[in-house]
């Protein structure tokens, strides 16, 4: 079946410490996003990219970067300069705005 | 600033009641609108979706009704049940170029229906 596996499902990060957050796809879809969600916000796009080896940067940026070295896969790492990163993380990726498909996300928490 | 506004925050409603969750948009380049069902724990999944040239759309039980001279739209689950109790974002996109389309979404509507 084709679709969208983030991984871990939970992940718990050190103060200080970086943590990559695992996304990858099998639908063949070129355009890949990174979204975060906190209470009553919404979905927050961090990161997108169009095309192997390209991204830009979305609304919420800092603290946050990005490889797209495979079609198949867009992780996303969350740095130690991100004040505030416990959230839930969706990953998603697109034929066009009709073919947006969601990962089940990654739980962030910071101990 | 491309943005989405979306009410209300939450919504209870008794089992076959009709809710409704509105949002209205500014920039006149959006051209596809969809909504999208979260469960708790899971991502989005896509319910419905309308053009700017149709103002109406309906899918079993839910209907998007949209006014484009109001740049608003709303979504409308007939018979509601408690399996519809889920949040839902309304979504607005334009062609980025290529084939990346960004979704500017709505901060959700979390919605209850009691039995």
């Known amino acids: 079946d084709g679709g969208i596996t983030q991984s871990p499902k939970y992940l718990f990060r050190k103060e200080g410490q970086n943590v990559t957050l695992s996304c990858e796809q099998n639908?063949?879809?070129?355009?890949m996003y990174w979204y975060r969600q906190d209470p009553g916000q919404g979905l927050r796009l961090i990161y997108y990219?169009?095309?192997?080896?390209?991204?830009q940067k979305g609304d919420i940026a800092e603290g946050y970067s990005v490889s797209r070295e495979k079609k198949e896969s867009f992780p996303l790492t969350v740095t130690s300069a991100q004040k505030n990163p416990t959230a839930f993380y969706l990953c998603?990726?697109?034929?066009?705005?009709?073919?947006?498909?969601f990962g089940s996300g990654t739980r962030l928490t910071v101990v | 600033q491309q943005q989405v506004k979306q009410s209300p925050q939450s919504l209870i409603v008794q089992k076959g009641g009709i809710p409704i969750i509105n949002c209205a948009y500014e920039?006149?380049?959006?051209?596809?609108f969809p909504w999208y069902q979260q469960f708790p724990g899971k991502g989005p999944a896509l319910l419905i979706a309308?053009?700017?040239?149709?103002s109406e759309k309906k899918e079993g039980r839910f209907t998007i009704s949209f006014n484009k001279s109001a740049k608003q739209f709303s979504l409308h689950i007939m018979d509601s049940q408690p399996g519809d109790s889920a949040t839902y974002f309304c979504?607005?996109?334009?062609?980025?170029?290529?084939?990346?389309?960004?979704?500017?979404f709505g901060k959700g509507t979390l919605l209850t229906v009691n039995p």
């Open positions: 990219s169009q095309i192997v080896n390209d991204f």
């Open positions: 639908l063949n879809h070129d355009a």
């Open positions: 979504a607005a996109s334009m062609n980025s170029g290529g084939s990346n389309y960004k979704l500017t």
């Open positions: 309308i053009r700017p040239d149709v």
């Open positions: 998603a990726s697109s034929i066009a705005a009709w073919g947006y498909t």
């Open positions: 920039n006149t380049a959006f051209d596809y």
